[in-house]
C-alpha cells in the first residue's frame, strides 16, 4: 500500500533530505529493477528478435487483395542467418488466416509465392538486379545489410544503442501496392522516401 | 385559558414535529439510497472510462510493443495528460517485465521514479485468465489493468490509476444538495404543518376546552364547534356532543325521578304516619273501651259470688270462678296493650341513669313473686346510660319476671344479669336456667301475642316481649334471645353506655 502522498511528515522529510537520500533510494531501485529484469528476460539474440520482427512485419503491413495464394510465405534469400530460430517462431502461427511458411531459396526466381523476402547479406553484391526483378511484385523486402533503404530496400534493420530497430523506405513499399500501417511507421527508426531507380 | 395554550403548544407541536420527523426521515432514505446506487454508478462510470483509456492506450502501443519500442509507447502513455484524473500508468510486456511509464501531472511523482502513485501500479491487480482487465479501488485510488491483444494473443498489460476526486466532488456536491433539499423540504413541512394545525389542531383543542368546562363545572348544556363534514375528527367531536346530549337528558331524567321519588317518600311516610296514629288511636281506644264492660263482667260477678255464693252449687261456682278469671285476664291483656300503645305513642325523655339501680329497684319489687323460692341473683355492674329510665324500667321488669316465671321449676335457679362487648357495642344480657325455648322459634318470642308455653304452663299475655323490643328499638338497640328447651334462655340487647369518666 502505497502511503498517502497528503502526509504532513512526508512532505517534511521531502524537504530536509531533497537529494540526497532519493538519490541513493533511486540507484538502488535502478539497479535492482535493472538486474531483475537481466534475470527475467535473457538478452534477445540479435537473430531472434529479427525472427520475431519478421513475422511482426507481415501483421503491420496490408498486401493488395489480387494475391490469393494459400500460404504465407516467409523467404530467405541466400544465406540463412536464422537457423531454426525463424522455423520455431512462426510454427502453426497464421497471418490473415492463411498458413506461415518458411522457405529458403538461392535466387529471386523462387520468390513468387513469398510475401515477405528477407534478403541475406550475403547477396550485397547481387542486390541491385535482386531488386529489380521483384519490381512490381508486392513482396516486403527486408535485409540487415548496410544501407539497404538508400539502395531501393523497403525496410532495413539497424541497431540503435544496442536495440535492433528498422528504417523504413515508404515509397519503395508504395510502388510495390504495399501498405504500411502507421503503427508500424510509427516504431519505426526512420521512415525514408527513396524511390527505386535512384 | 393557560391550560388551553399549553394544550394548543403541545398538539401542533407535536404535529409539526410528526411531518418534520417522516418528511425528513423520507427524504434522508431516498438521499443516502440514491447517493449509495449513484456511487455504485459513479464507481462503475470511472471503471468504463478508465477501461476505454487503457483500451485506446493499448490499441496504440501494440507495434511498440512487439517492436520493442519504449520510447514510442512512453508518447503514447504521454497523451494521458489529458486526463486530470490519472494518476500513473504503466505498460508491461506479456511476461510482465515494464516497458513504459507515465506519471500523471504530479511535479513530485515526476520528479522521482520511486513516487508512490508509480509504485502503486506496479502493484496492479492481477488479471484473471480469460479476463481482458481488472480493477481495484485501493485507498484513494482507482487502479485497473488491461490485456494488451494482439491478433488473438497477449502482448502486454497497460495499467492506469486514476484518483477518487471525481467521487470525492460528487460526494460534496451530493452532501450540500441533500442539505439543501432537506432544510428546504422541513422548511415547507412547518409551513404545511401550519396549515394542518388549523384543520386538525384547532378541533382538538377546542374539543379539549369544552371537555374541561364540562368536568370542572358539571355544565352538560355547553358543545363542541364541529369540524368540517367528514373524518375522525368530525366523528369524534359529533359523538362528544352526542354524549354531552345523552348526559344532559338523563341528567333531567334523573332529576325527575328523584323528584318523584321524594314525593312518593313523603307521601308514604304520611300514610304511614296516619296508618300509625290510626292504629294506636285505635288500640288505645278498643282497650280503653274495653275496659268498661270488663268492669261490669268483674262487678257483677264478684257481686254474685259474694250475695249469691253460698246458694249455687259446686258446678255453678266452678263456672262463675272461670268467668271472674277470664275477666281478669282480659284485664290484664287490655292493661298491656293499653302500654304498649303509649310507649308507641311516647316521646322518650332521655336522660342518665344508672342501670345498676334500676336492675336492683326491679328485684326489690319482684320479691312478692320471689315468696318461698330460692333464687341464686348474680348482678355484675352494668354501665350507666342515657336513657328514659321509666322504659328502661319496663324492661328490666319484663325480663327479670320472666326469669323468675320461667325458673319456677328450676330446683336451683340462677338469674345472671351480665354485660360483654363484642364488635366495640355493649350488651346486656339476662341469663336463666328456667324451661328455655326451641331456639328455631326465637324470632317469634317478640311478637305481640306470639307464646311459646302453653297458659297452664305459665301464665302471659304475650305481649311483654313485643313491649320490650318496642322500647329497646326506640332506644337505637336491638334484641335478641338464645335458649334450648329445660336448659335455660339468655336475653340479650345493646346499650349505648355513657363515656365512663375516670
Known sequence: ?198 | MKMRSSWSYSISRRLTLMNMLVSGVALLLACVTFFAYDRVSLKETMVNNLSIEAQIIASNSISALVFNDAEAAESTLAALKASSNITAAAIYTAKGSEFAKYSGQDPRAAASIDASPYRACASRPAIPEGKARAYSFAGDQLTLARRVIFEGKPVGIVCIQSDLKALDARVKRFVSMGAVILAVSLLAALLISGRLKRSVSEPIIQLASVALAVSREKNYAVRAAPAGKSGELATLIGAFNEMLEQIQERDVALQTARDQLELRVQERTAQLAAANKELEAFSYSVSHDLRAPLRHIDGFSMILMQKYGPTLDATAQQYLKRVRDGAKHMGHLVDDLLNMARIGRQELVVRPSSLNQMVQGTIADLKSECEGRQIDWQIANLPDMKCDPGLMKVVFTNLLSNAVKYTRRTEHAVIEVGRLSENGSTIIFIRDNGAGFEQEYAHKLFGVFQRLHRAEEFEGTGVGLATVQRIIQKHGGRIWAEGKVNQGATFLFTVVPLEVKA
Open chain 1, 1 to 198: 500500500m502505497p502511503s498517502p502522498p497528503f502526509c504532513t511528515r512526508y512532505e517534511r522529510c521531502m524537504k530536509k533530505f531533497r537529494v540526497f537520500p532519493w538519490m541513493i533510494a533511486g540507484i538502488i531501485a535502478v539497479s535492482l529493477v535493472s538486474r531483475l529484469d537481466g534475470r527475467q528476460q535473457p538478452k534477445a539474440s540479435g537473430p531472434q528478435v529479427e525472427a520475431a520482427y519478421l513475422y511482426n512485419f507481415g501483421r503491420f503491413v496490408t498486401w493488395p487483395a489480387t494475391l490469393s495464394a494459400g500460404q504465407f510465405g516467409i523467404c530467405i534469400l541466400g544465406e540463412d542467418p536464422f537457423g531454426a530460430v525463424l522455423d520455431s517462431t512462426v510454427s502453426g502461427e497464421t497471418i490473415d488466416g492463411k498458413q506461415i511458411v518458411t522457405v529458403r531459396i538461392s535466387n529471386v526466381q523462387g520468390a513468387q509465392n513469398c510475401r515477405i523476402l528477407f534478403i541475406s547479406p550475403s547477396e550485397d553484391k547481387r542486390l541491385k538486379q535482386i531488386l529489380a526483378a521483384l519490381d512490381k511484385s508486392s513482396i516486403l523486402t527486408v535485409s540487415d545489410m548496410p544501407e539497404f533503404v538508400q539502395r531501393g530496400g523497403m525496410i532495413q534493420f539497424v541497431l540503435a544503442a544496442n536495440k535492433v530497430r528498422f528504417e523504413v523506405n515508404l515509397a519503395t513499399a508504395e510502388e510495390a501496392r504495399l501498405q504500411l500501417s502507421s503503427e508500424l511507421l510509427k516504431v519505426a527508426a526512420a521512415v525514408k522516401r527513396v524511390p527505386s531507380g535512384t
